[in-house]
């Protein structure tokens, strides 16, 4: 099968033709259709998480899945519900099963996890592993390039935004700040706008054709803030709220610079969650943190059950998507201009599998043109 | 003044002249512009708290107060930022300022507290005074007949509503049932709506045409509970939304039959708020309670905060209302209805206050037409 | 093997050799060393759960197993981390691992579970199959029949308290009721202790010598409710703690006379949890439940993580017991003891598996004498 | 009266004879009986909070108050059950009432506050005026020197491990970590054992003195952090604890290196929080915290209800105070110990209040000597 494979730190992936991977016992083979492309994907490739995960070379990369499955391993058990011919999404966190954050259904904090994508083989090739408890069966028909990035890009700022929900912090007199306008902000101000109990949702971001998106996505209110310090942008959300402050954030950017400026419009008794990890530190002052009783929460991915909330909400059609098609052939130009920010949206690498996908192990097959996305 | 006071248990409201209210040096005189009709004040007449509370007769009724600030008392101090003229609404739950719920802002379940209407002078009457920090401004134009009942029926069950949010059990894969087409029931379906991050809302009453204006304000679907056992309505739940089950119900009535109903209904780890009160018991199995490990919480009124976040939704524009308006002669009729289930929606007795809101104590004031209500 | 079954409700259970189960690829075969007895034996035997339930006879009893592992079906995976001859306890709410509920660990309540000595065979018996998820090595050497009653009657408590304790109305200047001085009871009371943070215990029943008992594992204060109503109650809670109510109370008794006292005896906002099942129905008033923003949790057994956190305290030697060691063979008495209210603590049955626990399969054991209890 | 002090920043206090504050209508004048020194008077004076509360000079020091009511304002209600002589303590955020926090009863986070000591005059001083809201009356007999810094020292950790209680990360199986070891540090290591279910507390500071007295108050381990890396604290942490990682923190230094250790120690989904204030800056790595999805809490002093528990603490005999009694003439002396850190536990200054105490206004008082401190 095809595959887009990093062979080396800092050098584009080498599209090439690999063996078919055997599926274990309790595994599940994926013939993938859709596979978002992830900024994550990009730091992966610089190095970011090389100390912290030390995959083993050459990878293939793609933790965004969505697909039909091909075979199912032998002892797969029949509770699981699933047939060769299902259309699936794959929950990207595997854990151990046996800590205490696995025993809470949170394997994608398990300290002994792994991620499709950042050791085991992921989504960008033609098939896939996975193991059968991590594979959510998608009833109604919604599209491939819908489908792949909810289980990142679609779910990671929902977890983060059900984080703010549950410090108590959203409601009717309330504002809550999304900061970012990449893949994550698109959703996350949807999210916003479903979760908070009517606050008001202000998008922050430096671009202007982004936030004009944000706008249409759901966003009450949007900031450019290039260039501007707390207390202009204090100004501003005065104007455009009646408040200076958010009671709630989320970071979809993780920037050194981003960070100080979000935590720093925070009111008394706010609640920041981070998601976004472009940069490396936190770096905000003590004394406002502490007096103001401040909340920083650290919000990973999601979890199984989020994801099923999240594919709810897709089924039944109340999340907007701003996706553009791609075929693998063309990742790694669109890997560069994910690095430069110029992706709108979600980047999804798209697999033809129509009149093939009962057949496990179809041979001969090629990326799909963007102009003929599955519907 | 004019006021509809009960003289005696099980009798008619008696329309009077009285003296204006003197005021103590921390409370608020308020010309009254609209007072809200409960079914509560149906209870209180038939003697339903006259064990609980036990109110020195006579007594003006109606504790759903909106109007104008007539005259300040000699302490009210200046942090309070009320003036002549002001457009209030009163917070009705008056606690004695020290123990921890009131500590907490939850002065409505004080032990020492006190409820205009159900012991100090209601709003049936063209003033009434209420303690400076009871008063919430409210600074956009609503209308007096919608923003009277915000302060009970509109608020009490965005409460219980609140705590079925806390409790973890909305979310877009969730149903949530509205137990109830009255006064409350209403603005609980909106605030199901609003609070439930996509949750199904399913409204469940004895009457059609109630059922048809919940359906307008918002729930999804609505089911008719006539005759029908447990095992019916799970069916028809479960063609309607695909489960069998509610993960969380508000119950607006109160009847022993609607809770062992809305209890029976409940799925594994569900939970249920009563805010309802036209019955006296709970009357209930032990056993699915305690190993489906349901919650049953009792939600009373609310406290100033719930009231600050019920007006900024109306001040957005975000409730609806489904409003009759009514003269205070009339209001002996109106409680009548109200005994039978006849009023759709909220009753609402409006005092014409225009011309003369400004003149503290003007006298010889009637009671507006139902066709003139202050826009 | 030896194994005590039921054959038909209400008839004493029939002490006979039967065949070793066999397991299957995912179980574990444990060699029961203690099995603790449980007043919901009782229950079971006299039909409380046939309908519930619908258990196939015959069946055998006993859900409260602690052992040392016998042999490992073909599937159990390595990081289970479990040999022949390690000392386990089994978690007892076996769930189908599919839900929402197994997803966040609560397997107990699960819809499609099962519970051994329930449906699945359980620990009156020399051996007993169970999912290798299901157990938990202990570590350090805690006697077996302190362990076994700890997978129930031991953590059914802790779990209840923790929702009191999440519930936010322990503290120290709080008060805590424990209802009900059976099994259930004797462990309350420590948790209590344990779990609040420095509030009052108060124990409530109707025996002095349980009383007595309850007192020297920690109870601040005990109270006969014999004969004495709520009023009553009030004024001696008041004479001994200073206050009229609890702030909080877990119910272990289940009675609905226990259930009205308790209940009427919570303060404003107090919580209450039950896990006793003794009665069939909550039968309380309304009007104070919901004015008053009570709040009545039902917690069953407890899930995996519970169990981790008491056998947690046990193993730091926090935990007291109150045991009474019975030999299989005598276990239809112990039954009627226990029908009849008159054990104090929890009875144990106990099968001596000393020097034989390696051989998988041991034949031509007998239960083991009171006297000579495993160290 | 005798009062000490700040004429300008970075000089010693004055202490001076000036008249003994008036009082308005709201407020009771309260003779100081102790006064607990803080390390947050060593910052005032040093400048630490000069941009943030611009407090005009000269101003008393001294937020840690306890006293006998001396005289009543005219509008003291008698709801609030204060008369001269009765012994009290001031509780000490003074919010202004109307805003959310406020309304909630964390009047010490309110935007518009203000604390004694750091604006209102404070309790360096023989007299001292507060808002009759703020009181606290103490039944019992607790001594001075104990009373005073339970306001600041005795409550700011508390509440902190309050919020970790909260965000659900103690328990029997868990191990907690208090970092400091000086006034708050004495505190916090007490409460963690109360408030956390059984956890292992482990105490980390840089000398081994103060770990010892930290050993006595209950800490189950101690660490010397003296010039460890997080790696080699992770190693001792196993040795002695069996787990490399801490569920949950208090800082109760507030140093970056502090911080940052202890962020670094944190287990996955663990919880810190900030109550110390020693450094100016959280900087710390944002990929671990992120994707351990760690929380980081600011705590800030306290109000009322948590002063309120605490004090039934205290009043139960259940708190250990380690305490140093100051003269008022010697306080410049201790404030540059408490500088230099070299304060073992909490410096109280005492006034010699015995036999005067009921009349208000008392002059030619002379703070008391060490020896003869009030019982």
Redesign the interface.
Known sequence: MLAARMHRYKEPLVIEDVEIPEIS?EEVLVRVAGAGMCRSDVQLIDG?FAE?LKPKLPITLGHEIAGVVAALGD?VPA???LAVGDQVVVAAGWG???C??C????EQ???HGSWPGFGPPGGYAEFVPAPY?QLIRVKHKVKWEELAPLTDAGVTPYRGIKKL??A?VL???RVIGVLGAGGLGTYAVQYAK??S??AAVVALALEEDKLAILKQLGADVTINTTGKSVSDLQDELFKLTGTRNLDAAIDCV?AEET?RTGIGLLA??GAYV??G?V??????????????????????WA???DL???L??AQ?G?IRHSIKRVRLQDINENLELLRAGDIVGRAVVLFDIDGSASESGGRGLRPKTENAAQQ
């Open positions: 016992p970011y912290a002892q509770s699981a519900q151990d099963g046996t205490r954050q025993r809470l259904g949170n904090i398990c300290e408890r929900r549950a108590g409601g009717p007199d479903l979760l109990s009517g993780g960070i008394t008794a981070s998601v990890l940069g490396t530190r936190i770096d905000i002052p003590l004394f406002p943190f502490t007096s103001r009783e401040l909340t920083y929460h650290g919000s990973f979890n199984y059950n099923q909330e999240v709810a909400l039944k109340e």
